[in-house]
């Protein structure tokens, strides 16, 4: 087992930069090194129509205008730049924001620094499959609502949100709709505007491209939205966000852009038989149950949660092995239990008991069987060591005990 190479079902944190992607980028690193803000020569020239035809790239995956493209250093930053720019810029009309407390925290801790300034903010909870109850949303949305902030996809569930529905209720209010769609472009179609989505964030490094690039999708036109820049200096991307252009991160953010308009649906067809696969594996052994609405989810996602087995434990008996998360990246250094899992009604002890499985473009069959091995016997090894298992195994109520205090 040792010479096995490890297995990566981690997707969701990041993803292998595509080949192709960094072919594309290498030659914007020392022979094509210009800025592309330096208008007076060539090599200046030569990466500002790198910028361009990149931006082109992403527009075409997303179905939008290329200027309505703002590249930045990732989506934490598309977040705050759409929350803390459209605050500031609407103001006059309000200070209400809506959100579901199964957001980001690139989301939640934004709301957070926004109450702080004197924003007003609604953490929408969810249902038990994670998706938001329409008729919520809606009784939310008062007269000094400027924005609802909806994720697309869940970093942690997969579950996809009814984006197009909510967006129907933020046209009939008049407000503005943004969306976390990180875990979605790349993946899964994402048209905001034929959707409804006025300002959408997402990343390179989500969708086989390189970390330290993302970007802001801003609707020009019905409605024209602003953002105030949230970074100040030389006025580039419209004036939205200053800064010198990561020249070859954005170059392999637009390849990766146009290998996802190109192979997405192939990719994820492949890739969400792989994750029923290992799905349908794991669920033959006892007492697990699926995390999130399995109707609408993303193809690549599973959370499983393995009862009577602690999650952190569990990945300690096969992270040599096989690469999975019990929870977010971002958060994963406290032993928290998911708050995600927790928003969704899980009990403390379930949540606790959770393994995220994302899939990618180069996991094959091969990782599948091997991953299925590896955490089943996990499982197994983890029951038989646990009091708790045994007590259920012999049919006591766990529920009805009362653990002594000490």
């Given at each position: 087992?040792?010479?096995?190479?490890?297995?990566?079902?981690?997707?969701?944190?990041?993803?292998?930069?595509?080949?192709?992607?960094?072919?594309?980028?290498?030659?914007?690193?020392?022979?094509?090194?210009?800025?592309?803000?330096?208008?007076?020569?060539?090599?200046?020239?030569?990466?500002?129509?790198?910028?361009?035809?990149?931006?082109?790239?992403?527009?075409?995956?997303?179905?939008?205008?290329?200027?309505?493209?703002?590249?930045?250093?990732?989506?934490?930053?598309?977040?705050?730049?759409?929350?803390?720019?459209?605050?500031?810029?609407?103001?006059?009309?309000?200070?209400?924001?809506?959100?579901?407390?199964?957001?980001?925290?690139?989301?939640?801790?934004?709301?957070?620094?926004?109450?702080?300034?004197?924003?007003?903010?609604?953490?929408?909870?969810?249902?038990?499959?994670?998706?938001?109850?329409?008729?919520?949303?809606?009784?939310?949305?008062?007269?000094?609502?400027?924005?609802?902030?909806?994720?697309?996809?869940?970093?942690?569930?997969?579950?996809?949100?009814?984006?197009?529905?909510?967006?129907?209720?933020?046209?009939?209010?008049?407000?503005?709709?943004?969306?976390?769609?990180?875990?979605?472009?790349?993946?899964?179609?994402?048209h905001p505007r034929e959707i409804g989505i006025h300002l959408m964030s997402f990343t390179a490094h989500?969708?086989?491209?390189?970390?330290?690039?993302?970007?802001?999708?801003?609707?020009?036109?019905?409605?024209?939205?602003?953002?105030?820049?949230?970074?100040?200096?030389?006025?580039?991307?419209?004036?939205?966000?200053?800064?010198?252009?990561?020249?070859?991160?954005?170059?392999?953010?637009?390849?990766?852009?146009?290998?996802?308009?190109?192979?997405?649906?192939?990719?994820?067809?492949?890739?969400?038989?792989?994750?029923?696969?290992?799905?349908?594996?794991?669920?033959?052994?006892?007492?697990?149950?699926?995390?999130?609405?399995?109707?609408?989810?993303?193809?690549?996602?599973?959370?499983?949660?393995?009862?009577?087995?602690?999650?952190?434990?569990?990945?300690?008996?096969?992270?040599?092995?096989?690469?999975?998360?019990?929870?977010?990246?971002?958060?994963?250094?406290?032993?928290?239990?998911?708050?995600?899992?927790?928003?969704?009604?899980?009990?403390?002890?379930?949540?606790?008991?959770?393994?995220?499985?994302?899939?990618?473009?180069?996991?094959?069959?091969?990782?599948?069987?091997?991953?299925?091995?590896?955490?089943?016997?996990?499982?197994?090894?983890?029951?038989?060591?646990?009091?708790?298992?045994?007590?259920?195994?012999?049919?006591?109520?766990?529920?009805?005990?009362?653990?002594?205090?000490?």
């Amino acid at each position: 087992m040792s010479q096995h190479r490890l297995i990566y079902l981690d997707n969701n944190a990041t993803t292998p930069c595509d080949p192709r992607v960094v072919d594309a980028m290498v030659p914007y690193f020392y022979e094509k090194h210009g800025n592309a803000a330096s208008r007076s020569h060539q090599f200046g020239w030569e990466a500002e129509d790198a910028v361009d035809y990149a931006r082109e790239q992403i527009a075409a995956l997303l179905e939008v205008e290329d200027k309505e493209i703002i590249f930045t250093s990732g989506a934490t930053e598309s977040n705050n730049l759409a929350l803390k720019g459209v605050f500031e810029m609407y103001a006059r009309k309000g200070n209400h924001i809506i959100t579901l407390e199964t957001e980001h925290k690139a989301i939640l801790d934004t709301c957070k620094h926004l109450e702080k300034a004197g924003a007003e903010i609604t953490y929408l909870k969810v249902k038990e499959d994670g998706l938001v109850d329409l008729a919520d949303l809606e009784a939310a949305i008062k007269p000094t609502t400027i924005l609802v902030t909806v994720m697309w996809a869940n970093n942690e569930t997969g579950v996809i949100q009814p984006m197009r529905e909510i967006a129907q209720i933020c046209e009939k209010h008049g407000v503005l709709f943004h969306s976390d769609a990180t875990q979605a472009v790349g993946k899964i179609p994402t048209h905001p505007r034929e959707i409804g989505i006025h300002l959408m964030s997402f990343t390179a490094h989500k969708m086989y491209g390189p970390k330290g690039v993302g970007g802001l999708y801003v609707s020009r036109k019905n409605p024209r939205v602003k953002v105030t820049a949230q970074m100040d200096g030389g006025g580039h991307e419209r004036g939205m966000r200053s800064g010198t252009l990561n020249v070859p991160g954005i170059v392999g953010f637009g390849k990766a852009a146009e290998i996802a308009k190109n192979e997405m649906q192939q990719d994820a067809e492949r890739i969400s038989r792989l994750r029923d696969k290992l799905q349908n594996a794991l669920m033959q052994l006892e007492e697990t149950k699926i995390n999130g609405n399995v109707d609408s989810r993303m193809p690549h996602v599973t959370n499983i949660s393995f009862k009577h087995v602690e999650g952190e434990g569990l990945m300690m008996t096969f992270n040599q092995h096989v690469a999975v998360s019990s929870g977010s990246a971002c958060t994963s250094a406290s032993l928290e239990p998911s708050y995600v899992l927790v928003a969704m009604g899980l009990g403390d002890d379930l949540a606790h008991s959770s393994i995220r499985f994302s899939l990618g473009r180069f996991t094959t069959e091969e990782d599948v069987d091997f991953a299925v091995k590896v955490v089943a016997e996990g499982v197994n090894h983890m029951r038989e060591l646990s009091p708790i298992w045994e007590m259920y195994k012999d049919g006591v109520d766990l529920t009805k005990i009362e653990w002594s205090a000490h």
